[in-house]
């Protein structure tokens, strides 16, 4: 029988943990079942180690003794806290006889590995924030240089302690991703990955139309590259230039390193919006994608697109696997993928040549192109294929093994109208998918399953095939034993025969499935961990949060099943080898058309930094990086050995002899880099070491380097009362103009009282589409109570009121819960809602108003003189030829102006349009840190 242990430690007032355990009896396993005392054998990232193939070393559990595995204990997080959200998708990590296992709603906890008790927990201040997101998944945390690192869903990085769990930062991704905050449509929902290290995040969130990422970080949280590794083009250019939700290409799941050559290897997601390719036509490069990256310096090595037509929101979504293996009778490095279509591709992990592709791992792979208002029957669905489930590469079979969804959908794609087509370009249209939502609705007939394979990497065939009733989400794990692992959907665990396929022995953990098993071994006894609850997609999942361990002797006792009465229909959730040498392979260093001063004169230290460089075209073979220099002087002479930091990264090499430091700018978009100095414990001038005052006066010092788009074609006249009008036109090296000024949204804005009337600081408001796929957070509101929002898109109505779900999170109290209040808002207008918080969890909202204005973004071209920012008296947005016009006051007369650009979101009631006229009460009264300045200046007439 199972015995319950409860007991109490000190995670906050009155919380419990609950660990079922086998009886003690069961636990006295035979001296044959174990192996002799060792060193421990961890489980120490998603896929074990970087490479993540899901392989263990561990023997002790074998073909002939795997009938005694039992259930050792399970650790119940809902009934630990019962404000935990239902639903589990972690994949465990073990070190040192410690489990690190999340929760969905990114609860961190630390488990005794042997026994389930409760070591440590961390949970979010703002966890009520999380309640109300539409999308709530967490897949594991990173272990390495003693921290557990942990990716929230609003877009921070969690460092913890990993003895105590002390919380030792919390970095916003978007301050060194620009533009990756969860209220732009990002989230966080896998596990980072630790190599050498660097830990390396990407990003979900394709469907918002954002604008897919890799980021490498030290394990101190600065970062390790200059710049993010951005899968597709900046917003407005290329192929993104038809709609502000034409985007995607993210790197939603956990990121691959192969360690022996500092190679990063990561597949990326469709291009949005999905279901609509002829809004964004072409191949959409990077988008599905298997792509290489040198994890010292974030550039390119080669990419591989696996779909370049996608209509049917298939991604490359597996983390792929690198391992040495046996093909055409050679031993190479090879990486390998399969994706949501359903197939598997091989490539040399050094040249990305292709050795295999498109190897079916499911049996249907049907998709034919969509017809607006007819329905088509499509295999696999949209939720796949092989979704996140993480493959196995076994050394010994030279086979990888892949679990696998065998799905299906019937979808319709709704006709647009021309109104519809125009709309559907804008972030706050309310219209943007299938006509039955994503998964599309059931087929007669068909039921969603599951199955495992194996793929003998020396033929590229699939050598066996076993098929499971429920989808398979969690992936497989392999041990040197020659066993595979997977959980299902159906709630079993189960054990094959690697060679063979044949499933040799089950266990009913209770709950769907939708995580991969860990194997570990502490003290010289092997133990398997796996979490159980899933989600809705995971086979109507969702109701529950648990990990279970098992290890041999312990408990055979099983769970029920679990009730399988999901609907497909009831759910509505959220070639050729391309190298990096179209551009030049070696940097790029702009030469140094002029210096400026960045430093005060009274401490002699100076940061001289190269001019402005020119904003070039987005190119998909080329890592988008210029490398810009500058010197770092001390009283005219050179300084050696200091550390130079820019934007918050340190380069990689300390200044020369010479003083001189380089920087690989970011040259696809307009940007200022902020330029400081780091260390200076090393630097020496002429020689000898700096005194204390020369070290305070070097840190103090600073620079800026920018890359904008050239401003040409100049032109100056007197205007009417003594005004200057001065013209010109902005573009890049290709000569095209920036994107044009256009609409974005529409604004939310309000107050939120208390019970008593009086106003709420520093609750957030959250709305959300019925469908749940798209919300958006509010600013938190001020001293007066007032927030400040703008609107995101649905993708299941074209109605007009359109409803959406409100709620509030305040402190540790969810107003509305997962579910909110439901709310209609006038179609394509801003709106003003005023909300009144009562007693618990109690609220009212007021009835919208609508009011004129929407948000608009486009990049203004400005001036500065020598008092800062001149004001213009009118101006008019670059028009599509990038023609811009300037009308300056009379106190401008006889100065020297230099040009700046300002590319931003604004709210205003007069509609912008290219060549308009620009909203002055908008214009900036100073220029932010990322404004690129001193693209170019001008002498005006007196």
């Not at 040192?96 to 927990?121: E, H, I």
């Not at 939720?383 to 990888?400: C, E, I, K, Q, R």
């Not at 106190?891 to 709210?907: C, D, P, V």
Request: proline share 6%.
């Amino acid at each position: 029988m199972d015995v319950h242990v409860i007991s109490r430690r000190a995670l906050g007032p009155a919380v419990a943990f609950t660990v079922v355990a086998a009886a003690a009896c069961t636990l006295l396993t035979s001296a044959a079942a174990r192996s002799t005392a060792g060193a421990d054998v961890g489980w120490l990232g998603f896929g074990n180690t970087p490479d993540e193939n899901r392989h263990t070393t561990l023997t002790q559990i074998t073909k002939a003794n795997v009938a005694t595995l039992g259930r050792l204990y399970t650790v119940d997080f809902h009934q630990i806290d019962p404000t935990v959200r239902r639903g589990e998708q972690s994949f465990p990590v073990e070190s040192n006889g410690t489990l690190y296992v999340t929760t969905n709603d990114d609860s961190v906890f630390a488990l005794n590995a042997t026994t389930g008790t409760v070591k440590w927990r961390w949970q979010p201040d703002n966890i009520a924030v999380f309640r109300n997101f539409g999308i709530v998944a967490n897949r594991g945390v990173a272990l390495c240089d003693g921290h557990v690192f942990l990716l929230t869903l609003d877009m921070t990085i969690v460092s913890l302690d990993a003895q105590t769990g002390r919380l030792e930062q919390r970095l916003a991704i978007a301050r060194a991703v620009p533009g990756a905050s969860s209220s732009y449509g990002y989230s966080e929902t896998s596990a980072p990955i630790c190599a050498n290290h660097r830990l390396i995040i990407g990003a979900a969130g394709s469907e918002y139309g954002v604008r897919g990422f890799v980021m490498a970080y030290h394990t101190d949280l600065t970062p390790a590259w200059p710049n993010p590794f951005w899968t597709i083009p900046p917003t407005g250019t290329s192929w993104r230039r038809y709609g502000t939700l034409v985007g995607g290409g993210v790197v939603w799941t956990p990121t691959t390193v192969d360690t022996q050559t500092d190679t990063l290897y990561f597949g990326t997601g469709s291009a949005t919006p999905l279901y609509f390719p002829s809004i964004r036509p072409g191949s959409n490069p990077r988008t599905d994608s298997l792509v290489a990256v040198d994890l010292t310096s974030g550039r390119l090595k080669w990419w591989q697109q696996q779909m370049g037509h996608n209509e049917w929101s298939y991604d490359t979504a597996q983390p792929p696997l690198v391992y040495t293996g046996t093909t055409g009778g050679k031993r190479m490095r090879i990486v390998s993928v399969a994706t949501m279509e359903g197939v598997w591709f091989a490539y040399d992990a050094a040249t990305g040549r292709p050795i295999y592709q498109r190897v079916k791992v499911i049996d249907r792979t049907e998709h034919p192109v969509l017809q607006p208002g007819q329905p088509v029957t499509v295999f696999p669905s949209s939720l796949g294929g092989v979704n996140y489930s993480p493959a196995s590469y076994d050394p010994h079979t030279n086979y990888v093994f892949n679990g696998a969804a065998e799905t299906a959908s019937v979808e319709v794609q709704t006709k647009l109208t021309p109104t519809q087509k125009r709309r559907k370009r804008l972030l706050g249209d309310v219209f943007l998918g299938l006509q039955n939502g994503n998964f599309g609705a059931t087929l007669p007939g068909w039921h969603d399953h599951g199955s495992i394979s194996a793929i003998d990497v020396r033929t590229g065939r699939r050598v066996w095939k076993i098929t499971t009733p429920e989808p398979e989400r969690g992936g497989i794990t392999t041990t040197e034993s020659g066993l595979g692992f997977a959980g299902g959907g159906d709630g079993l665990l189960r054990a094959f025969d690697l060679q063979s396929g044949k499933v040799i022995w089950t266990f009913q953990t209770g709950h769907q499935i939708a995580a991969g098993p860990a194997v570990y071994s502490v003290g010289g006894t092997e133990y398997i961990a796996i979490t159980s609850g899933g989600t809705p997609t995971s086979s109507g999942g969702g109701i529950a949060s648990e990990l279970q361990v098992f290890t041999l002797g312990a408990s055979q006792k099983q769970s029920p099943p679990p009730a399988l009465s999901f609907r497909r229909s009831d759910i509505v959730t959220p070639g050729a080898v391309v190298s990096a040498g179209s551009r030049p392979s070696a940097p790029v260093v702009a030469a140094f058309p002029r210096h400026r001063l960045r430093a005060t004169a009274a401490t002699g230290a100076r940061i001289v930094t190269q001019g402005p460089v020119a904003v070039r075209p987005w190119n998909a073979d080329s890592s988008n990086v210029v490398t810009m220099t500058g010197r770092l002087l001390l009283r005219g002479a050179p300084v050696a050995h200091a550390r130079i930091s820019v934007d918050g990264y340190v380069a990689r090499r300390a200044t020369t002899a010479a003083g001189v430091f380089r920087y690989d700018a970011d040259d696809s978009m307009a940007r200022k880099h902020q330029v400081r100095v780091a260390g200076v414990a090393a630097a020496t001038v002429q020689g000898r070491r700096l005194t204390a005052d020369e070290r305070t006066a070097l840190l103090v010092a600073s620079g800026t380097l920018s890359v904008g788009y050239r401003i040409d074609d100049l032109h100056v006249s007197r205007g009417a009362n003594g005004t200057v009008v001065v013209s010109g036109r902005v573009h890049d090296t290709a000569g095209t103009p920036p994107p044009s000024v256009a609409l974005q949204t529409y604004q939310l804005n309000g107050t939120i009282t208390d019970a008593a009337g009086k106003p709420v600081a520093n609750a957030v408001v959250i709305t959300r589409t019925l469908d749940r796929d798209f919300w958006t957070f509010s600013s938190a509101t001020d001293e007066n109570g007032h927030y400040s929002s703008f609107f995101t898109a649905s993708d299941e109505t074209a109605a007009d009121q359109v409803p959406l779900s409100v709620g509030v999170a305040f402190g540790g109290t969810s107003f509305g819960g997962t579910l909110g209040v439901n709310v209609t808002f006038e179609r394509l207008h801003s709106a003003s809602m005023n909300i009144q918080l009562q007693g618990a969890t109690r609220y009212t909202v007021g009835k919208p108003t609508s009011y004129a204005g929407a948000i608009y973004q486009g990049l203004v071209v400005g001036v500065s003189g020598p008092g800062g920012v001149i004001k213009p008296v009118a101006s008019r947005w670059p028009d599509a030829r990038g023609r811009f016009t300037i009308v300056l006051p009379p106190s401008a007369r006889g100065k020297t102006i230099r040009f700046w650009e300002n590319q931003r979101q604004f709210f205003t009631r007069v509609a912008a349009r290219p060549g308009g006229p620009v909203d002055l009460s908008t214009w900036p009264t100073q220029l932010g840190k990322a404004s690129p300045a001193g693209l170019a200046s001008l002498t005006l007439p007196r």
